[in-house]
């Protein structure tokens, strides 16, 4: 029986006997008791197991180590002891894998960056027990969301060819053998050898195809991982992490706003009703004021400004910014910051100048700026991307042209615009910046299972 | 207004004015009237546009081609004509996105070989509306039975260092530029200066990754992309596919059939349930016979035999095998079938022999054999394979040996056994093979939106 079953259903199960499979998080041993610190897995809370030394295999049972895989069968009864309401009075343990004492995960508190190197065992701690459920049940929410929305879910390809973000971003990959790479005539390695017989990559995005599929489904969304080269060593930065990327068509930049501001709070509502024992952990132990920040997220209105009106209130601020506010240019953290504190909430800032902002986003009447827009979130900073995207087919090959854009490459994303094209817009949301917010964990190491970064691919 | 919101509240609708916006199927144009064929991808079925030559756009309306992009206003009326039971009478439609003539999706039958040439425009066919609304679905079902059941869903990396399945059947990733590849001393590529500083890989199964977590979680799944390099033409072969791998503590063989029989049963009504239209077309037009395969499946009773026995009865069936069925070997194709009209339905296979089956699945107590089972479905050959998992340190320790797997990359992976180890067993489903099985399609290039397949990485 799952611990989570047990005690969901504690009236059903009283002062009736269960077997339970699990682990030993603690072992506290008197003269003529014992008492096991006792979780499954199952769900966050552990429940404790009481053995007397009126059990025969008494002294057996007080040998057992702290994480060993044990199997025992007992009565729950209510507890009356301190620190818990119900605990299970044991008939009978067996021992199913012993665990030596150089465990590494002992029950005391380890840093994060000790955990960081026992990522495969970290997922048995207390926090990364509410971490890693966090991550699974935010994974549902999100696909609840869309699919309720009647939201096509597309496994776009990681394999590409097309390099049009400029391959220095992209891995390149591969199955020859690097030491017998063949040459071509001019001296250059022939990668018509290789299996796909030209160069290939995995991608750093879903957009470009998830656009060929709202144009078939009118609302579709991605949920995948995506890769960067990026040599960056920060809290926020990794080499894999999975993104969201809907599409829609017969939407404009007011109404993808609607959908993100409206997808967010569901999320967050989600893990706020399905997760309610560790938020409280996190809240607690890893970012006080964890829960009051999210609560306050779903019951805010998200204001909407143009980059424009920002850079006007950043300058009548009167501070005195590391980063000179411009109407030509990105904002900076601290400008970001400083408006979401203005507004006390959740910022669209909308239409920016078009020089800093990827090609394929639609021009504006004034050809200055185009309808992207980025969601700047308390604590979080930016966690959305998106835009209407460019649905003028002479347009966007313009762009694409001046922006240096290979079209060869991305001509059928480009015949989108030619056969049936409509206004659309899509955006992206990293998974795990996402999660940095609904946890409060800091570095994005610690909500990814096993984390690739410059130099570190453990496991 | 989406046409699925229409259609399923159409007593709600019925005389009133609606605002619909989609694409032009088909367009049929007489002296006084007109008739569009309209969809807008939110559901499987289209909704006819009626228009009459009061309209002072009339002739303007007749030129829009097919493939357009359309706003239509208009009221939903029932229809007198043969065909369709409402349409929506026109009172102005807007032409938002041209189509020219040369749109390769003219509304005729085309060869999926064809349509696999336009892959970024085939989701737009009736086929496949179906086939990858299916996709989207099954994906759903696949996440509700796994998170109903309180799975933990984990994000397994993809980028891996661990060369444990040979490097010859992962591809290499790499951020080097091939022609300007440093060498060490020993005069071979240094990967020391590749990002991870060592050769890495995008990998081929989560399983590993899958176990460690389901050792912290004790009910855990997969599902993500997987790659192979495997040069291979066939219809159910790509070298990039979605794999669900669930790994579940303190579950025998046994249990783990009762799981995989749960969830296929579930999947498969789930699919039957939300995708009614779509399942009627792929019965009518792409495999006769589909609906009954996928209701008896839902009702039969899953057989379970060993492959010993297996041999026996294919011994004594008095064909003339072209592979003779072997106890130390695997079966062919041909036997898989055989066996699966033998019981008249699905069949689990368990107990194979050790050596065709990997290192690290449970040796049987008779030295020969491992805990392996393999589900055989009608019409579907081999839909999962599973094991229990070696959970004995010493005896995996020797079997990796034995297998010449390199403890050094997965010596995390065999301190689990040592660490609070417990029985445990879990299974691989590879997503496509089963949207094969679902949809009746025949080739895994039509299941996936953009097929990775040797010499082919289009779009």
Same mark, same amino acid.
């Given at each position: 029986?799952?611990?989570?079953?047990?005690?969901?259903?504690?009236?059903?199960?009283?002062?009736?006997?269960?077997?339970?499979?699990?682990?030993?998080?603690?072992?506290?041993?008197?003269?003529?008791?014992?008492?096991?610190?006792?979780?499954?897995?199952?769900?966050f809370n552990h429940i404790q197991l009481v053995y007397d030394s009126k059990l025969s295999s008494f002294d057996e049972i007080q040998k057992y180590h702290i994480g060993s895989a044990i199997e025992a069968k007992g009565i729950l009864v209510k507890s009356e002891g301190a620190g818990q309401d119900y605990e299970v009075k044991v008939s009978e343990i067996k021992l199913l894998g012993d665990c030596p004492e150089d465990y590494p995960m002992q029950p005391k508190r380890h840093s994060d960056e000790f955990l960081r190197e026992q990522a495969y065992l970290r997922a048995r701690t207390n926090k990364y027990q509410a971490v890693f459920r966090v991550r699974s049940v935010a994974a549902m929410a999100i696909h609840e969301y869309f699919q309720s929305h009647n939201y096509v879910y597309v496994h776009t390809p990681l394999i590409t060819t097309a390099d049009?973000?400029?391959?220095?971003?992209?891995?390149?990959?591969?199955?020859?053998?690097?030491?017998?790479?063949?040459?071509?005539?001019?001296?250059?390695?022939?990668?018509?050898?290789?299996?796909?017989?030209? *160069?290939?990559?995995?991608?750093?995005?879903?957009?470009?195809?998830?656009?060929?599929?709202?144009?078939?489904?009118?609302?579709?969304?991605?949920?995948?991982?995506?890769?960067?080269?990026?040599?960056?060593?920060?809290?926020?930065?990794?080499?894999?992490?999975? +993104?969201?990327?809907?599409?829609?068509?017969?939407?404009?930049?007011?109404? *993808?706003?609607?959908?993100?501001?409206? +997808?967010?709070?569901?999320?967050?509502?989600?893990?706020?009703?399905?997760?309610?024992?560790?938020?409280?952990?996190?809240?607690?132990?890893?970012?006080?004021?964890?829960?009051?920040?999210?609560?306050?997220?779903?019951?805010?209105?998200?204001?909407?400004?143009?980059?424009?009106?920002?850079?006007?209130?950043?300058?009548?601020?009167?501070?005195?910014?590391?980063?000179?506010?411009?109407?030509?240019?990105?904002?900076?953290?601290?400008?970001?910051?400083?408006?979401?504190?203005?507004?006390?909430?959740?910022?669209?800032?909308?239409?920016?100048?078009?020089?800093?902002?990827?090609?394929?986003?639609?021009?504006?009447?004034?050809?200055?700026?185009?309808?992207?827009?980025?969601?700047?979130?308390?604590?979080?900073?930016?966690?959305?991307?998106?835009?209407?995207?460019?649905?003028?087919?002479?347009?966007?090959?313009?762009?694409?042209?001046?922006?240096?854009?290979? *079209?060869?490459?991305?001509?059928?994303?480009?015949?989108?615009?030619?056969?049936?094209?409509?206004?659309?817009?899509?955006?992206?949301?990293?998974?795990?910046?996402?999660?940095?917010?609904?946890?409060?964990?800091?570095?994005?190491?610690?909500?990814?299972?096993?984390?690739?970064?410059?130099?570190?691919?453990?496991?």
């Amino acid at each position: 029986m799952d611990v989570k079953e047990l005690l969901q259903k504690i009236e059903l199960y009283l002062n009736k006997e269960v077997i339970l499979q699990g682990w030993i998080r603690n072992h506290r041993k008197q003269k003529e008791f014992g008492f096991i610190d006792f979780s499954d897995g199952t769900c966050f809370n552990h429940i404790q197991l009481v053995y007397d030394s009126k059990l025969s295999s008494f002294d057996e049972i007080q040998k057992y180590h702290i994480g060993s895989a044990i199997e025992a069968k007992g009565i729950l009864v209510k507890s009356e002891g301190a620190g818990q309401d119900y605990e299970v009075k044991v008939s009978e343990i067996k021992l199913l894998g012993d665990c030596p004492e150089d465990y590494p995960m002992q029950p005391k508190r380890h840093s994060d960056e000790f955990l960081r190197e026992q990522a495969y065992l970290r997922a048995r701690t207390n926090k990364y027990q509410a971490v890693f459920r966090v991550r699974s049940v935010a994974a549902m929410a999100i696909h609840e969301y869309f699919q309720s929305h009647n939201y096509v879910y597309v496994h776009t390809p990681l394999i590409t060819t097309a390099d049009c973000e400029g391959s220095n971003q992209m891995f390149k990959i591969t199955t020859l053998d690097f030491n017998k790479l063949a040459k071509d005539k001019d001296g250059n390695v022939d990668m018509s050898k290789d299996l796909f017989n030209k *160069l290939a990559f995995i991608t750093g995005t879903g957009q470009l195809h998830g656009e060929a599929y709202a144009m078939s489904f009118k609302k579709i969304y991605t949920f995948g991982p995506t890769f960067r080269t990026e040599n960056s060593n920060t809290k926020t930065h990794a080499n894999e992490f999975w +993104m969201i990327e809907p599409e829609i068509a017969f939407c404009d930049l007011n109404g *993808l706003m609607d959908i993100e501001e409206e +997808m967010l709070k569901f999320v967050v509502n989600y893990v706020l009703e399905k997760c309610d024992t560790e938020i409280t952990f996190l809240d607690k132990w890893v970012q006080p004021g964890l829960r009051e920040k999210l609560t306050k997220l779903i019951n805010s209105k998200f204001t909407r400004i143009s980059h424009h009106d920002v850079v006007d209130i950043l300058n009548k601020s009167n501070i005195n910014w590391e980063f000179k506010p411009s109407y030509d240019d990105d904002i900076a953290k601290e400008h970001e910051k400083y408006i979401t504190e203005y507004f006390n909430g959740p910022v669209f800032i909308t239409n920016w100048p078009k020089d800093i902002k990827a090609w394929y986003m639609k021009e504006n009447s004034d050809h200055k700026t185009v309808a992207a827009v980025d969601l700047e979130v308390p604590g979080a900073g930016e966690l959305m991307g998106g835009s209407q995207r460019e649905d003028d087919y002479e347009k966007i090959i313009k762009r694409a042209k001046d922006m240096n854009v290979d *079209l060869d490459v991305v001509d059928w994303f480009v015949n989108l615009r030619k056969y049936g094209g409509c206004y659309h817009s899509g955006f992206g949301m990293g998974f795990e910046r996402l999660l940095i917010y609904l946890t409060g964990v800091e570095n994005i190491r610690d909500v990814i299972p096993f984390p690739r970064t410059p130099g570190n691919c453990l496991y």
